[in-house]
């Protein structure tokens, strides 16, 4: 069989599914991972109410509850489980057909442009998957919350993080957002094509930007609890 | 004239495909800073050679950075340290008297080890096959200026057409991954008017091909731009993406029996 034969027929056997290929797969974990950039966003943002006392994040909460006929929360949660399950199916098999592609390693392997958010991010993704388990089994369940009152998600809030051991949890997981956040909000915009020399620092800075301000302001919850600032 | 090297090489040896392979120890005794890395090579096989050893193979062939046949990765980088160098435009005036020097074939999944550091490209060779390419009608040449080519559009495509295919990419990529390389091809034939009849077919036909080759997948790491000896941009693998996606979308089956008219 000539080469270009031999072509022909390797992509006919592989097929030409769009989820199938390999650039599919990571466009799907892009445009997922979009969606969950802006629910970390729009989370943090909403978290802020807590600043502005009791009241304010119950009728925030009593809000998301009651939104659209008590729908609208469901359409959220819909879109988000389906996202979130996309991004680990895509992750999943990206990452084992990455490493059938590299079965032998280097003996001196050299890092020259690669960061260690980049080569970290399917460990941030695990430790981040744990975290939202865990995250709604305390605070959206109350199954592993101490004193969990539906009625008060305020009171939750606080009691959950006055536990030094779950404010270090959620401190530990936000810093794998920020490494998962800072590699993935620049490496979406690189998988959905979106590419173009001018805008190549605003890529970046925009993914710095957005990293520290969603980082920064989810960690000042569980400090602003423990330091007695919101009680 | 500054002073002669003497250098420890680790090499990987391996007989065949199917051996199990391993590191040797070899010395590389009085190198000439003005050597070429190919040349210090070729002075130890000579060693070798006289000893009734069997040298180490290893793949070359203009030693003037345009054929991309030299691959090795040298001290954990594909074609050693410098940047924008393949290994037979490194001299050994980039190393120091004493150096340790760990010398890996390329590692890939789709690069099979013919034998010590040669591996077999082909994969690539089949990747451009099939759809690397654009359709002419044969004969006298075009009038050079029968197409209008915007002069940035030209840059940009020749830029990306200083591709060498010699796998560096795929050897600095720690997932393996083709994409720079492929991307390379796309971009080279997708921005100019010869390359438009198949534009994309051409970007689903090579990233199937990619795929059924068993190359990774990319993760936005940057290595691979940083091993390029040509300097591709990692801006080509967003325009492959941004084609890829298109054709996806537009894509028509092939009709059986041909079309009407």
Sequence with gaps: MSVAEQSIAGAEARGHGFLASSVGRKVVMAATGVILFGFVTVHMLGNLTSYMGASAMNHYAEFLHTMIHGMGIWAFRAVLLTAVGLHIWAATTLTLDNMAARPTGYRAQQNVASTWASRTMRWSGVILAAFIIYHLLHLTTGTVHPAFDPANPYANFVNGFKVPAASGFYIVAQLCLGLHMWHGVWSCTQSLGLAHPRYDRLRRNFATGLTVLVVGVNISYPIAVLTGFIH | ?261
């Excluded at chain 2, 034939?189 to 534009?199: H, I, M, S, T």
């Design chain 2, 1 to 261: 004239m500054s002073k002669d090297l003497n250098l420890t090489l680790h090499v990987w040896r391996q007989k065949n495909a199917k051996c199990d392979g391993k590191f040797v120890e070899y010395p590389a005794e009085n190198i000439s800073p003005d050597m070429s890395f190919l040349e210090m090579l070729d002075i130890v096989n000579e060693g070798l050679i006289r000893k009734g050893e069997e040298p180490i193979t290893f793949d070359h062939d203009c030693r003037e950075g345009i054929c991309g046949t030299c691959s090795m990765v040298i001290n954990g980088r594909p074609h050693g340290p410098r940047e924008r160098t393949t290994t037979c435009q490194l001299h050994m005036r980039s190393f120091k008297d004493g150096d340790s020097v760990t010398i890996e074939p390329w590692r890939a999944e789709a690069f099979p080890v013919i034998k010590d550091l040669m591996v077999d490209r082909g994969a690539l060779d089949r990747i451009i096959a099939a759809g690397g390419f654009i359709s002419v009608p044969t004969g006298s040449p075009q009038d050079a200026n029968a197409l209008p080519i915007p002069k940035e559009k030209a840059e940009l495509a020749m830029d990306a057409a200083a591709c060498i295919g010699c796998g560096a990419c795929v050897a600095a990529c720690p997932n393996a991954s083709a994409m720079l390389f492929l991307s390379a091809k796309v971009t080279h034939l997708g921005l100019l008017p010869q390359g438009q009849p198949e534009r994309y077919t051409r970007v689903r036909d090579m990233v199937a091909q990619m795929d059924a080759e068993q190359f990774g997948t990319c993760t936005n790491h940057g290595e691979c731009e940083a091993a390029c000896p040509k300097g591709i941009k990692m801006e080509n693998i967003a325009r492959m993406n941004r084609d890829f996606i298109k054709a996806s979308l537009t894509y028509r089956p092939a009709v059986v029996g041909g079309g009407a008219g």
